[in-house]
T-cell receptor, first 116, second 113 residues
Framework: GNSVTQMEGPVTLSEEAFLTINCTYTATGYPSLFWYVQYPGEGLQLLLKATKADDKGSNKGFEATYRKETTSFHLEKGSVQVSDSAVYFCALSVPPTQGGSEKLVFGKGMKLTVNP | NAGVTQTPKFQVLKTGQSMTLQCAQDMNHEYMSWYRQDPGMGLRLIHYSVGAGITDQGEVPNGYNVSRSTTEDFPLRLLSAAPSQTSVYFC????????????FGSGTRLTVV
C-alpha cells in the first residue's frame, strides 16, 4: 500500500539553526510528493511539492528533492525563524487505479518550535 | 476569495447526539474530502467526493455520512456521536485532474463528552 513515514518530533531549535525533517515513502506507481505546514490554530497549507523524480520543490526558504532511489523527500531550511514554528506534514498522492480516485496520504506530522 | 469555509469552528456534543459539519468552497473544485486529525495519527481520510452526486468512503468512514448535492457544499454528518469521534476535522478540495495540491479549511474542533 501507500504510506509515508516522517520524523515525529517534537523538535525545538534556536533561530537561525539548520532544519532537516526526514520523510520516506512507500507507493505503488509514481507518486507526487508534498510538504504541508499547519500554523497554530489554522488549517494545512501547501508548502512545496514535486511531481517526478529529481524535481526540487522550494518555497519560503524551504527545499525538498524527490529522490526515487531512496524513496525520500526530506525537507530542509538553512536558517529557521520563529515564524517557522508549526507542524509539518509530508504527504503523497498516487494517480488512481481503474475505478478509483487519487487520494492524499499523510505522515503523522512533526511539531517544530523555534526559539528566539 | 473565501477558499474553503468550515463551520462551526468549535463544537461540544453529548454522546448520542447528531450534528452536521459544514464545508463550502468557491473555487469550482470537483473533488472534496473530509479528514480527521488526531494526535500521533496525522490526517486520515473519512469520505470524499469527485463531483456532485458522487461520494465514496475513505480510510475511517464508520459513524459518518456525507452527501454532495452541489459542487460547492460537502457536509459531514455524525449520526450518533461517540467520544472516539473527538477530533479536529478538516475539509479539503482540489480540481479533479492532475497532481493538484489541496486547499484546506481552517478546521472544526469537536469534543464529544
Amino acid at each position: 500500500g501507500n504510506s509515508v513515514t516522517q520524523m515525529e518530533g517534537p523538535v525545538t531549535l534556536s533561530e537561525e539553526a539548520f532544519l532537516t525533517i526526514n520523510c520516506t515513502y512507500t507507493a505503488t506507481g509514481y507518486p507526487s510528493l508534498f510538504w504541508y505546514v499547519q500554523y497554530p490554530g489554522e488549517g494545512l497549507q501547501l508548502l512545496l511539492k514535486a511531481t517526478k523524480a529529481d524535481d526540487k520543490g522550494s518555497n519560503k526558504g524551504f527545499e525538498a528533492t524527490y529522490r526515487k532511489e531512496t524513496t525520500s523527500f526530506h525537507l530542509e531550511k538553512g536558517s529557521v525563524q520563529v515564524s517557522d514554528s508549526a507542524v509539518y506534514f509530508c504527504a503523497l498522492s498516487v494517480p488512481p487505479t481503474q475505478g478509483g480516485s487519487e487520494k492524499l496520504v499523510f505522515g503523522k506530522g512533526m511539531k517544530l518550535t523555534v526559539n528566539p | 476569495n473565501a477558499g474553503v469555509t468550515q463551520t462551526p469552528k468549535f463544537q461540544v456534543l453529548k454522546t448520542g447526539q447528531s450534528m452536521t459539519l459544514q464545508c463550502a468552497q468557491d473555487m469550482n473544485h470537483e473533488y472534496m474530502s473530509w479528514y480527521r486529525q488526531d494526535p500521533g495519527m496525522g490526517l486520515r481520510l473519512i469520505h470524499y467526493s469527485v463531483g456532485a452526486g458522487i461520494t465514496d468512503q475513505g480510510e475511517v468512514p464508520n459513524g459518518y455520512n456525507v452527501s454532495r448535492s452541489t459542487t460547492e457544499d460537502f457536509p459531514l454528518r455524525l449520526l450518533s456521536a461517540a467520544p472516539s469521534q473527538t477530533s479536529v476535522y478538516f475539509c479539503a478540495s482540489r480540481f479533479r485532474t492532475g497532481p493538484q495540491s489541496y486547499t484546506f479549511g481552517s478546521g472544526t474542533r469537536l469534543t464529544v463528552v
